[in-house]
C-alpha cells in the first residue's frame, strides 16, 4: 500500500505543479525600469482573438514594451478556458512573441465567424425588421465578411 501511495504523491505533485510554456531566456528578459503592469482586456475563448492580440500588443506598447517581452505579460490578459490554454502549453514551449501571437490565433481563430460575399449579398431586411435593426446587422456582417469591400461596392450591395 506504501508503494502506491508513494508513486500517486510523486505523480500528483509533477502533473499539480505549474511550468511556465517559455523558455528560460524569455523568463530572464528584465523589464523596463519603472513598468508598471497595465490593465489588460480579458479574453476568455470568446470573440475575435486578432482583435484581442491588436489590444493586447497596444496596451503594452504604450505602457513601454515590445518584442518578446509580450510573452511574459499575455498570461495576464487571459482567462478562463483562454487561460487554461496558456498553462496547458508545453513547458518551454515557447521563446518568442511571435511563436505565441501564431499558437494563440491557431488555437482560437476558428472561434471568429466570417461570411461570404455571396452570404452578405443575400441578405435582406427581414419581415417586420425595423430598418435601423437591419442597417446594423448589415453592417455586422459586412465586417465578418472575408472579402474586403470598397466603400462604393459596400453601398451598391447594401441598397440592392
Known amino acids: 500500500m506504501g508503494t502506491i501511495q508513494n508513486k500517486f504523491d510523486r505523480s500528483t505533485k509533477s502533473s499539480l505543479t505549474y511550468r511556465k510554456p517559455y523558455t528560460q531566456r524569455i523568463d530572464n528578459l528584465k523589464m523596463p525600469v519603472g513598468y508598471q503592469p ?3 482586456q480579458q479574453f476568455d475563448g470568446e470573440g475575435n482573438p486578432k482583435q484581442h492580440v491588436a489590444h493586447f500588443i497596444e496596451t503594452c506598447n504604450d505602457a513601454g514594451t515590445y ?3 509580450l510573452v511574459k505579460q499575455f498570461v495576464r490578459s487571459l482567462k478562463g ?3 487554461d490554454w496558456f498553462t496547458d502549453l508545453e513547458a518551454n ?3 518568442s512573441w511571435g511563436e505565441l501571437e501564431k499558437e494563440f490565433l491557431n488555437h482560437f481563430y476558428s472561434t471568429r465567424r466570417t461570411i461570404s ?3 452578405l449579398t443575400n441578405s435582406h431586411q427581414w419581415e ?3 430598418v435601423v435593426d437591419y442597417i446594423n446587422r448589415w453592417r455586422n456582417l459586412s465586417l465578418n465578411c472575408k472579402d474586403r469591400l470598397s466603400e462604393p461596392s459596400t453601398i451598391e450591395i447594401y441598397i440592392q
Open 117 to 119: 460575399m455571396i452570404e
Open 81 to 83: 478556458n483562454a487561460f
Open 38 to 40: 497595465p490593465k489588460f
Open 67 to 69: 518584442g518578446d517581452h
Open 128 to 130: 417586420e425588421e425595423p
Open 93 to 95: 514551449s515557447i521563446d
